[in-house]
């Protein structure tokens, strides 16, 4: 097959930080174009990788025919279908006799247009080395029955995930998607001041440092991930329940079960800061997937709910909350108890309204600033912490002084606007189950 070199592309560096010598880089990198059938095929080479480098991908055309104008990305929807050594960690093991890598790539299957002209500098590809502990934006990890440990893929913003991530059920059945936090030395206020339905003795405000990035969970985990993972769905509400949260799930079911409805481990078999025992939940899924899931911690939780922002926040809708019952501004965030069914329509399944009440389907609202769903009701969040009134002495570390409860967080559809802020904590016994209590997984950010 006849090809022909049209463009080098350079490698950009996914990280605000100063280049390290240990830093991977990409170069020499050439695409070429079939003469016949338009595969685009990249080849690049990797320095400073010893340990391999995750790889992500881009094409980028010139606003002008000279290519002397504004490089443009045509966007993550249409290069997501890009295979080889891309998405995923790659190691001197891809490379071929030379020490190339090659990625290719069909434009006609994904791209508007069906072709991509090279000649004249037309386009370029780009090809971003990460670091192994500075891993990309989102992360996908198969679940499925067929899925092998430390087999994530890796893109860079949630516009390359294949199939959009409101589009491609996978996500909400057979793949956990992971959106990463960067948290590491944020120093922020936790708690509240003022907020409509506030518990001062519980919220009260203190500044926070947490130590590291890490990964939490877009959606709250499905009725679909926790049959995959455990084989039984606990779950009261069951119509309509592929893509609705699991609830009526315990603290010990989570991280401490046996793995039947019924059957718990004793008390302090998986209690953190000990790994979740082996049959639990999460037991299960580090063993399918090679990863360290885990509940967050309360601090990690409401970090993640505020994107950044501070009291009051609602989410995109606005700055700040209006009712301790009703509010228009959660109205389009989440299911709570004067919003039973559905506003908004950021899913194609949000007109679905559940037969017989409680929960959504997750993902049927509008996401917060960081684009993670449901982090307002739904189901109250199990959280890693033994809940303590008051926290303020913990500095966003993880409570592990024993206790009788443990930390839920968000609200759920059961319980009025005011419950279902950032800042409100909760507590009950670890081996509750209540059909609005759920959860959704964190991990460490970065490849160990």
Known sequence: MKTKAMIFGAAAIASSMLMAADTPEVENVVMTQASFGRMVTVTYKLKNAADGAVVTFDVETNTLADASGEWVSIGGAAVCNARGAVWRKVTAADADSEGKYTITWRPDLSWEGHKVSLADGGARAVVTAWALDNTPDYMVVDISAAAKPNTQRYYPAVDFLPGGLLGNPDYRTTSLVMRKIL???????????????????????????????????????????????????????????????????SYRDIRQGKGTATSVASATSGVYPADPYGDSFLGLLRSKTGIDFDLPSEAQWEFAARAGNGEGYWGEGSDMQISSGKDMNLDLLGRY?????????????????????????????????????????????????????????????????????????????SHEAGSCRAATRNGYSPATRQGNFGFRVACTAGLQ
């Open 183 to 249: 948290a590491k030395d944020v120093t922020w206020t936790m708690g509240s001041v003022a907020e409509n339905g506030r518990n001062a003795d519980r919220e009260a405000t203190h500044r926070v440092t947490l130590t590291c990035n890490y990964y939490i969970g877009v959606y709250e985990v499905t009725q679909t991930q926790w049959q995959q993972i455990t084989g039984y769905n606990p779950s009261n509400f069951t119509t309509d329940r592929t893509m609705r949260p699991v609830e009526k799930v």
């Open 337 to 413: 108890l004067k919003n039973p069914v559905t506003n908004a329509t950021s899913s194609p399944d949000s007109a679905i309204a559940p037969a017989n009440g409680g929960t959504a389907i997750v993902g049927s609202y509008a996401p917060n600033a960081w684009g993670l769903y449901d982090m307002n009701g739904n189901v109250w969040e199990w959280c890693l912490d033994w809940f303590a009134n008051d926290i303020k002495a913990l500095n966003g570390t993880v409570n592990t002084a024993s206790g009788a409860s443990r930390i839920l967080r968000g609200g759920g559809w």
